[in-house]
């Protein structure tokens, strides 16, 4: 297993990834899925380096993104002490495997420097959000966004859930 920054030629399984994984959301959370996600963004997460992959033998098993800044859904964003991890799409072939478990394990060595790993989902989907939690998450409740007209549909009017780990400082020797 190991964890790379996709590439462009990743773009293809990228997209079916999100397709499927909004099909599966339909089936198990009918009340909140993914759009379509604009191909620019993904592109520029891609050459920005903040779009990753999960291998398995050479296979793609999992994606996301990460963001340095996310203002729109958290409020007191700096732009400094966290980073943001987006959209968690797991291969079919691979599910049931807790990778969210190892991106947690990834971002903390990734994000050393930061104060705070943060997600964010739509919809009160309890068993999502236990999940989270088992993964190390602290859950920090539920509301609505102020403003999401820059954000993707899926956040128009959602009860948006917020995890945060709050990343422990070493001190030199």
């Given amino acids: ?37 604009n191909k620019e963004l993904i592109n520029k997460e891609v050459k920005e380096n903040r779009q990753f992959k999960l291998l398995i033998d050479e296979e793609i098993a999992c994606i996301w993104a990460i963001t340095y800044s996310d203002p729109e859904i958290w409020e007191d964003d700096d732009g400094i002490s966290s980073i943001y991890i987006h959209r968690i799409a797991t291969n079919p072939d691979f599910r049931g495997n807790n990778y969210v478990r190892i991106i947690v394990d990834w971002a903390k060595d990734f994000a050393k420097d930061k104060k705070f790993i943060r997600m964010d989902t739509c919809g009160e989907n309890l068993k999502l959000i236990q999940h989270y939690r088992n993964c190390g998450f602290e859950f920090l409740g ?26 422990q400082k070493t001190k030199p020797d």
């Avoid at 773009?11 to 379509?36: G, H, M, S």
């Avoid at 948006?160 to 990343?167: A, G, R, T």
Wanted: net charge positive; proline share 5%; charged share 30%.
């Fill in 142 to 167: 539920i509301k609505k966004i102020k403003d999401a007209s820059n954000l993707p549909k899926h956040y128009h009017n959602a009860d948006v859930c917020y995890f945060e780990i709050k990343l």
């Fill in 1 to 37: 297993m190991k964890i790379e920054n996709s590439t462009g030629k990743d773009i293809v399984e990228i997209f079916r990834l999100y397709k499927l994984a909004t099909e599966f959301q339909k089936q198990k959370f009918p009340d909140n899925q993914w759009p379509d996600f």
